[in-house]
Nanobody, 122 residues
Framework: QVQLVESGGGLVQAGGSLKLSCAAS????????MGWYRQAPQKQRELVAS???????NYSDSVKGRFTISRDNAKSTVYLQMDSLKPEDTAVYYC????????????????WGQGTQVTVSS
């Protein structure tokens, strides 16, 4: 099992910043991909950003240039720096990790955090 502990959500005015953190406890696993998803009310969960163990990064078009994902492999922690926040960024943000058992390449397992609320007021 992988435990994910998220922190950093909250209420901020439009134009402000927040930083999310997600620490993974994954002693017998190697973390391949770490990412952030979000789900707004009555909308589907969507990818915000992801980063691989090798540092390859992917952003959704809606956050490019405003959000920055980073990763500390030694701490098994992923961060999401969110700048220039907009009301439409309001959502529950979920941390996600894609892992394999150490010493293997497959199968891959998917784990989710409990979610942290981000609210951006106009």
């Amino acid at each position: 099992q992988v435990q994910l502990v998220e922190s950093g959500g909250g209420l901020v005015q439009a134009g402000g910043s927040l930083k999310l953190s997600c620490a993974a406890s994954a002693s017998i696993f190697s973390i391949i991909v770490m990412g952030w998803y979000r789900q707004a009310p009555q909308k589907q969960r969507e990818l915000v950003a992801s980063i691989t163990s090798g540092g390859s990064i992917n952003y959704s078009d809606s956050v490019k240039g405003r959000f920055t994902i980073s990763r500390d492999n030694a701490k098994s922690t992923v961060y999401l720096q969110m700048d220039s926040l907009k009301p439409e960024d309001t959502a529950v943000y979920y941390c996600n990790v894609d892992v394999v058992r150490r010493g293997t390449f497959a199968p891959r397992y998917d784990y989710w955090g409990q979610g942290t609320q981000v609210t951006v007021s106009s």
